[in-house]
């Protein structure tokens, strides 16, 4: 069983910034990649960022230029950095570690919020 767990959640105003940390108990090197997901109230949850094994990135277009991820192999986390937040933004935020197939596992959630 790996546990994730976020960090650094918060309440900001429209241009602010937040820093989100994800804590993994296991090894990262071990999955195929690691990401944030998003679930905004009555919506689905979708991809923020993910970041490959090999350290390439992915962004939906929602979020490129604006969000970036990154991660620590040796300190086992799993950071985004986000930055020019506007209130759509806003959500509870799920770092998530992914094998070939899919999420393995997900964290508990951290929200975000931002106001005009």
């Known amino acids: 069983q790996v546990y994730l767990v976020e960090s650094g959640g918060g309440s900001v105003q429209t241009g602010g910034s937040l820093t989100l940390t994800c804590t993994v108990s296991?090894?990262?090197?071990?999955?195929?990649?690691m990401s944030w997901y998003r679930e905004a109230p009555r919506k689905q949850r979708e991809l923020a960022a993910l970041?490959?094994?090999?350290?390439?990135?992915i962004y939906p277009n929602t979020t490129k230029g604006r969000f970036t991820i990154s991660r620590d192999n040796t300190k086992k986390t799993v950071t985004l950095q986000m930055n020019n937040l506007r209130p759509e933004d806003t959500a509870v935020y799920y770092c998530?570690?992914?094998?070939?197939?899919?999420?393995?596992?997900w964290g508990e959630g951290t929200q975000v919020t931002v106001s005009s």
């Open positions: 998530a570690a992914e094998w070939k197939g899919g999420v393995g596992y």
């Open positions: 296991g090894n990262i090197e071990l999955f195929h990649a």
């Open positions: 970041i490959l094994s090999n350290e390439h990135t």
